[in-house]
C-alpha cells in the first residue's frame, strides 16, 4: 500500500480516455524522443527491408519494392516506458503479416535490427494477426528520422521501446533472445497493460 | 552493445526527503535517505510514484545525480511550469516527508571507472544531473580517465551545480560552460549556442576514441551527436539521453 503523497492531488485523465492509458501512464500530445544513440540517416537508395533467420524462404525488398506492398492505416495509441500515452496516433506502413507471408515460418520469436545497432525481441504471436506493422508515415508525413524514418516497427500492444526505429528487417529464430533494452534491465515482454516495465514485473 | 543483466525485482522502496537544495530558480535536488538502497551506478535513473488522498497515482523518472559512493541518493528535478510531478517535487515536498521511488533503472547511460576515457559529458540545461553524479564517481573512483564536461545553460543563473562546477570541485576536470541568452559583461565561457565549430574545439579528435556522453533537450542531444558522428566519431561510442518534447 502506498502512502498517501501530503499534498499531492494530481491531474486525472478525462474518463473517456482513462480506459485506454495504462496504469502509471499519462497522456501527451507531444511526441517524445528517447533513443541510446545518435540517429542513423541511412539512404534510401542502401535502405532494404529483410526477412531472414528460420524461415523457408528469405526475403528482402528495396525502398521502392516496400512502398508498392499492400499497405494499411492503422491509427492506435501508443505508450512508452517512460510513462508517456499518445492517444490516436495514425501511420502508414506495411503489415507484418504481409511481410512474413512469403518467408514460410514456424519459428516461435524473431528479432527485430535496426540501422544504428539497436535490436529487440518479440513474439511472433505479438506482432501477427494485424498487430503490428513496419511504418514509413506518421500523422500523413514521411516519418522523421529522430522518430524512426525511414521505418520504424509499430506494435502497439506493447511498450514502444518494442517498436524498434529504423528498422531494417525481422530475424525469425527457434529461441527467445533478449534485444537491447531488454539486456539492461527492462522486461522481456513489455505488455503495457500488464505494467511489464523491467525485469521482475 | 552487450549489457549486464539486472536480473532482480525493482521493488517500490520508501525514501526520507533529508534536504532539498535550491539549484536555481527552476531546479532543485532532492537529498534522500533510502534504508536498503542496493546501490547504483552512475547515469542511471529511477522512478518515482506519488498518490493522492483517493488512491490516485502519478509515476515519472529522474536522473540521480549521486555518486553510487555517496551517502544520499539525490534526485535533481526541473520544475516543468504544466508539469503534473514535477511542482509538487520542488515546490510542495520538505525534508522529513516521504517519497516512494524504484530503481536503480538504466545500464546503458552508464559511466564506471573501468570504462576509462577520455570521457566527454555533453549536458544541455537540466541534462547535466547524470553528470554529476558521473563525476561525483570519477572523483570518488580516482579516476585517471581524461574529462571533460561541456555544458550548455540559458544564462548563470540557470546553471545547475554553478558553484561546484565553477570552483573547480572536480580537480581535473575540464568543464566548458556555454551561456546561450545571457552572459556577464566579463564571462570568460563561450557565448551562444554549442555550434560545431565549439564541438571539434571541446572534443578529442575521433582517432582518440573518446566516449561520448550527451544529455539534453531533443533538438540538442540531436544537433550535438549529429555533428560529432559527421566529424567522424563513431556513433557506437556516442550514448544519448533525450527528454522533453519535440514540438511535433
Known amino acids: 500500500m502506498s502512502p498517501i503523497s501530503r499534498g499531492f492531488v494530481g491531474r486525472r485523465q478525462p474518463v473517456e480516455a482513462s480506459s485506454r492509458v495504462p496504469s502509471g501512464q499519462y497522456v501527451t500530445r507531444d511526441f517524445p524522443v528517447l533513443s541510446a544513440g545518435p540517429t542513423p540517416h541511412t539512404p534510401l537508395d542502401e535502405w532494404s527491408f529483410t526477412i531472414s533467420g528460420q524461415v523457408g524462404e528469405p526475403a528482402s525488398w528495396t525502398w521502392e519494392e516496400f512502398l508498392a506492398l499492400p499497405s494499411e492505416t492503422p491509427t492506435v495509441d501508443i505508450h512508452c516506458v517512460t510513462k508517456w500515452t499518445k492517444l490516436d496516433t495514425t501511420w502508414k506502413g506495411v503489415s507484418v503479416d504481409t511481410l512474413l507471408e512469403a518467408a514460410n515460418t514456424e519459428a516461435p520469436y524473431l528479432t527485430a535490427w535496426s540501422d544504428g545497432g539497436y535490436t529487440t525481441n518479440l513474439a511472433l504471436e505479438d506482432v501477427t494477426d494485424g498487430k503490428a506493422w513496419v511504418a514509413y508515415e506518421f500523422g500523413g508525413e514521411p516519418l522523421d528520422s529522430e522518430h524512426g524514418g525511414p521505418a520504424r516497427l509499430l506494435v502497439p500492444r506493447l511498450y514502444f521501446w518494442k517498436s524498434a526505429k529504423w528498422v531494417r528487417g525481422l530475424t525469425l529464430t527457434p529461441d527467445d533472445e533478449p534485444g537491447f533494452w531488454e539486456t539492461y534491465g527492462y522486461h522481456n515482454h513489455g505488455d503495457p497493460w500488464l505494467e511489464q516495465r523491467y525485469q521482475g514485473d | ?248
Open chain 2, 1 to 248: 552493445m552487450a549489457g549486464t543483466a539486472l536480473p532482480r525485482r525493482l521493488s517500490w522502496q520508501l525514501g526520507r526527503v533529508v534536504e532539498v537544495v535550491d539549484e536555481t530558480p527552476q531546479t532543485k535536488s532532492i537529498v534522500l535517505d533510502v534504508p536498503g538502497w542496493q546501490g547504483h551506478r552512475a547515469g542511471q535513473h529511477v522512478d518515482v510514484r506519488l498518490t493522492a488522498e483517493d488512491g490516485y497515482q502519478a509515476e515519472r523518472s529522474y536522473s540521480i545525480s549521486s555518486a553510487p559512493e555517496d551517502p544520499h541518493v539525490v534526485l535533481t528535478v526541473e520544475r516543468l511550469d504544466d508539469g503534473e510531478v514535477s511542482p509538487y517535487l520542488t515546490d510542495v515536498l520538505m525534508p522529513g516527508d516521504e517519497l516512494e521511488l524504484r530503481g536503480p533503472i538504466g545500464g546503458y547511460f552508464v559511466w564506471e571507472e573501468p570504462l576509462g576515457g577520455p570521457l566527454l559529458l555533453i549536458a544541455g540545461g537540466s541534462g547535466v544531473a547524470p553528470f554529476r553524479a558521473i563525476l561525483r564517481h570519477w572523483s570518488a573512483a580516482h579516476s585517471s580517465a581524461p574529462t571533460r564536461l561541456l555544458y550548455s545553460s540559458r544564462s548563470l543563473a540557470d546553471l545547475i551545480y554553478r558553484r561546484e562546477l565553477l570552483d573547480g570541485v572536480y580537480h581535473g576536470v575540464e568543464v566548458r560552460i556555454a551561456l546561450t541568452r545571457e552572459w556577464p559583461d566579463d564571462w570568460q565561457g563561450h557565448r551562444g549556442r554549442i555550434g560545431d565549430e565549439l564541438l571539434q574545439q571541446v572534443a578529442w579528435v575521433p582517432s582518440e576514441h573518446p566516449l561520448v556522453y550527451i544529455c539534453g533537450p531533443t533538438g540538442f542531444v540531436e544537433a550535438a551527436a549529429q555533428s560529432l558522428v559527421a566529424e567522424g566519431h563513431d556513433p557506437r561510442r556516442v550514448r544519448t539521453e533525450r527528454f522533453g518534447p519535440t514540438g511535433t
